[in-house]
């Protein structure tokens, strides 16, 4: 099979201090990352949500993505659309939306829930993304005016109400926040939640080599537009103890990771690195990885000032408005 080049992830560790997360982010955008994701979990104890890291590197960066994951059963779908086109418009342009979906007794016990099975979560992940991308397109491009004259700062013809009834949950719009710089931020979801969710790029896992490109080719005749590998990285050091995960699991050299990607390449889009240790691991895929990789024609890197969408090749969708929907 043909290889081409790939876009590379990279997950950065949630127990970065402030200090430390600035200086991984701008290590990983100068190696040519396309995006960074910010893991996040409603059990994730005393600190910053991932939204909140990705806003912080927000003005630090001018062409990694920056995508936080949120998870659906315990995020206010209103608050969500908000803090990711706000973070769209703080980054101009780079954000993405990983989306969780933790549908466990102890996940919903911390918003007074219980516990959700697999054709309820399933229709939660569905309605939480369909109503979030409603009200990302509830204000038109144009609807800020800012006309000192008459002192409007933004015309109501071009704001749009939003009604929906969930099962578990109502949103009245229009949104608080103007349509995102991308129009709707990039979604990111896994091959179990595509159908619900609909995603830009689909995240598939793996027992092994042959198994991820079995899921990639079923990604794509399901329709994904884009397909990313998700793979754990140990890299010259003892495997260790891991949570188990349905991702591609190396363990090895530098070299041979690159060798891996290579092979990826012929199957998926991209790749999304899963470090075992940020501090450690993180130099060795910027200093010696990525520029393999590059040196092979095999790494697509993002441009300064591009969007999210411009990098990974997405175009911008049109409001559903503007095509005459109804929402």
């Avoid at 890291?53 to 003005?59: D, G, K, M, Q, Y």
Wanted: charged share 20%; aromatic share 4%.
């Amino acid at each position: 099979m043909t290889s081409h080049s790939l876009h590379v992830a990279v997950e950065l560790d949630g127990e970065l201090s402030p200090g430390a997360l600035a200086g991984t982010v701008t290590t990983a955008e100068r190696a040519g990352f396309t995006f960074a994701t910010f893991d996040d979990s409603p059990l994730g104890g005393p600190r910053l949500d991932a939204t909140t890291r990705a806003a912080f590197v927000a003005t630090l960066t001018d062409r990694l993505g920056l995508a936080p994951a949120s998870n659906v059963t315990t995020a206010e779908p209103f608050h969500l659309a908000a803090q990711l086109a706000s973070l769209d418009h703080a980054s101009h342009g780079r954000a993405a939306w990983v989306v969780g979906a933790d549908g466990s007794a102890e996940a919903l016990a911390t918003v007074g829930g219980s516990r959700l099975g697999p054709d309820a979560l399933h229709h939660e992940v569905a309605e939480v993304v369909e109503v979030v991308r409603r009200l990302w397109d509830s204000w038109d491009d144009d609807a800020v005016v800012k006309d000192v004259a008459t002192g409007r700062y933004l015309d109501p013809d071009r704001v749009h109400h939003v009604g929906f009834t969930g099962t578990r949950f109502s949103v009245k719009g229009p949104s608080i926040t103007p349509r995102p710089p991308q129009g709707r931020p990039v979604v990111l979801a896994s091959d179990a939640l595509a159908e619900a969710a609909r995603p830009d790029i689909v995240l598939v896992g793996g027992a092994g080599l042959d198994d991820v490109r079995n899921r990639a080719r079923r990604a794509r005749d399901t329709g994904a537009r884009l397909v990313f590998a998700e793979v754990d990285v140990v890299l010259d050091a003892p495997a260790g103890r891991r949570p188990q995960q349905d991702r591609l699991r190396y363990t090895g050299s530098a070299p041979g990771l690159t060798e891996l990607l290579g092979w990826l390449a012929t199957s998926v889009d991209g790749v999304r690195l899963h470090p075992a240790t940020t501090a450690a691991d993180l130099p060795v895929l910027a200093g010696e990885v990525l520029p393999a990789l590059r040196t092979e024609g095999l790494l697509t890197s993002p441009e300064p000032g591009a969007t999210l969408r411009e990098s990974l090749g997405l175009g911008r969708p049109v409001s559903l408005f503007a095509t005459g929907g109804a929402a």
